[in-house]
């Protein structure tokens, strides 16, 4: 799971008097790239993953493995994840097998890694389903050629989103009495702090599908960005001190009260449109697919390919990548500047950033 120059725009500073932002007292900057420019796929990056059936999701994990979610078979061993190596591309196994036994899992998500006490790579997994978190050592599954998964421990109830944080902590955001609550646990799941997200007369139950967020975590900085799905901005908060602020990509922003309301029908579900779909995150970039077209024009692919957003962890919009490709997931290796990209063929694609970022 990973934004102060501007091109023709100078900053517009938002008081909240106004409520113009979704934030009770954030402030709000509206932001414009410092760049704007096409890029066009690696050619030289051609390999098709045979082991995976249907990519639906990608991440990379400490700039070596590179893990796609595979569409599930059915089969009563199937795994979740197929892994293969960033240096060569070679197959590694399957990871986090389907079921309710002692390992196994119903919906998990691996959000990032972590380096265990003795050094190894780890997964950080949660799954809603069964409320919990598991790490995936990494190190210990190739050698010893089997799935080592231990739980970390219980999560909240309606936990939407769970993060690895510094010092073996963990970050989740969870819905509790019509409030959205970013928390930080311990590895025992005590709770440490706790922060509001959203105000009092922000309904976040009745329009949770309209509030999600792609949750980025710099643990150096302890920062989390929250990129919103159905309003073009980011939220930052200051995992330490709850200060938050914002930035906004597009000036409707200020219409997140409207994004608020009940929908009338299903045609107007599938007329809302969706800013971002999918973020990615290094120690400097927060990098998102943007593709600011309506729920129906997701849902058959149609409309113009998406664009793809890089912030600092300042709120500054660095790039404004123009691509072809119907991307709609990615995941970025910091070392080498390269971006992965999977689009909604299921096919994976590679941007090289190097000569930009």
């Not at 990379?60 to 089969?75: I, K, N, Q, R, W």
């Not at 197929?82 to 240096?87: D, F, N, P, T």
């Not at 949660?126 to 919990?132: A, E, G, K, V």
């Not at 949750?215 to 001190?241: C, K, W, Y």
Request: include cysteine; proline fraction near 3%.
């Amino acid at each position: 799971m990973k934004y102060l120059f501007y091109c023709t725009m100078s900053v517009l500073l938002i008081s909240s008097c106004g409520r113009n932002n979704i934030i009770k007292d954030a402030p709000l900057r509206l932001v414009s790239p410092n760049n704007v420019q096409r890029i066009a796929i690696d050619s030289t990056f051609n390999h098709d993953f045979q082991e995976t059936l249907f990519a639906v999701d990608i991440i990379t994990l400490e700039d070596s493995v590179m893990l796609l979610y595979d569409a599930l078979t059915g089969s009563q061993d199937e795994c979740f994840y197929k892994a293969y190596s960033l240096s060569d591309f070679s197959y590694l196994g399957r990871y986090c097998t389907h079921g309710r036994g002692d390992g196994e899992f119903l919906s998990p998500d691996l959000s990032d890694s972590f380096r265990s006490e003795n050094g190894n790579i780890c997964g950080y997994i949660s799954d809603i389903m069964q409320s919990s978190s598991f790490s995936l050592d990494f190190t210990c599954s190739l050698q010893e050629r089997k799935n080592v998964v231990e739980k970390i421990s219980d999560l909240p109830d309606n936990t939407l989103y769970a993060f690895p944080y510094r010092d073996s902590l963990q970050f989740v955001m969870s819905v509790d009495n019509d409030r959205m609550l970013c928390r930080v646990l311990d590895r025992n799941a005590a709770e440490l702090v706790e922060y509001v997200l959203y105000p009092d007369d922000v309904p976040v139950e009745r329009s949770l599908m309209h509030l999600g967020n792609c949750v980025a975590i710099n643990s150096e900085r302890g920062i989390a960005a929250m990129v919103m799905l159905s309003i073009p901005q980011i939220n930052f908060l200051d995992i330490e001190t709850g200060e938050i602020f914002s930035s906004a990509v597009n000036g409707k922003y200020r219409k997140w009260k409207s994004v608020l309301e009940t929908p009338k029908d299903m045609k107007s579900i599938m007329n809302s449109i969706e800013y971002y779909s999918n973020a990615t995150f290094s120690s400097d970039y927060i990098i998102a697919v943007y593709p600011e077209r309506t729920m129906a024009d997701l849902a058959k692919s149609s409309g113009a390919a998406p664009h793809i957003h890089v912030f600092d962890w300042d709120g500054n919009f660095l790039y404004d990548f123009i691509v072809e490709e119907n991307v709609s997931k990615i995941a970025f290796v910091s070392s080498q500047k390269l971006l992965y990209g999977l689009d909604t063929e299921g096919r994976i694609i590679r941007y090289d950033l190097s000569g930009i970022l």
